[in-house]
Each structure stands twice: as structure tokens, then as C-alpha cells.
């Protein structure tokens, strides 16, 4: 599976980003998709989950904040961040749980 991350940018703390993910491959209906972040000097954390069935789970972090969703018909995964925080700087990265593959990332920077 191969993934392609966009969507990140420069935003004000309190705005919203939505993050867009392509995946390639047939199996993409079936297989959990999750985003992850890194911020500078930091490990990379999970920040939300999506399974085939479309349940979901969030870091704490984030939760009430940001939205997964998935399009199975256009194979795409999206996070939708709302008030954001300077603490949500990171690059972003689309994930799949099958195969482990990662998209390239795409960075997010919010400004205080």
C-alpha cells in the first residue's frame, strides 16, 4: 500500500487543517488507517485510528479536537483538526496497520 499524505500548513492557534491521505491498493476498505505526528526532538505518537468498520480512537491530547474519517470508495483517509494548539506542530503521517507502511508526511506548524 502506498500512501500520500497533504493538507498541512501554517495556521493560528484556535484554526483548523484538514489532512488528506492516498492510499493505493485494493485492500485499502479492510485495513485500519491511522495518523501519526513528530515533533521536533520528540518520538512519534499516535494521534487517531480508524478501523474497516469505521471505529475510531484518539490520542487524549486530541480528543474532541480532531476528526479521522475514511472514503472507501476513493481510498482516502482524512483528519479534520480543529483548535489548534501551538502544541500540535509536528510532521503528520497517514499510516496503514497491515503492512506498516507510512506515507511522507506533511507538516503542520500552529502559531501562538
Known amino acids: 500500500v502506498q500512501l500520500q499524505a497533504s493538507g498541512g500548513g501554517l495556521v493560528q492557534a484556535g484554526g483548523s487543517l484538514r489532512l488528506s491521505c492516498a492510499a493505493s491498493g485494493s485492500i485499502f476498505s479492510i485495513i485500519t488507517m491511522r495518523w501519526f505526528r513528530q515533533a521536533p526532538g520528540k518520538h512519534r505518537e499516535l494521534v487517531a485510528a480508524?478501523?474497516?468498520?469505521?471505529?475510531?480512537n484518539y490520542a487524549d491530547s486530541v480528543k474532541g479536537r480532531f476528526t479521522i474519517s475514511r472514503d472507501n470508495i476513493k481510498n482516502m483517509v482524512y483528519l479534520q483538526m480543529n483548535s489548534l494548539k501551538p502544541e500540535d506542530t509536528a510532521v503528520y503521517y497517514c499510516n496503514e496497520a497491515k503492512y506498516n507502511s507510512w506515507g511522507q508526511g506533511t507538516q503542520v506548524t500552529v502559531s501562538s
Open positions: 480508524i478501523t474497516s468498520d469505521r471505529s475510531t
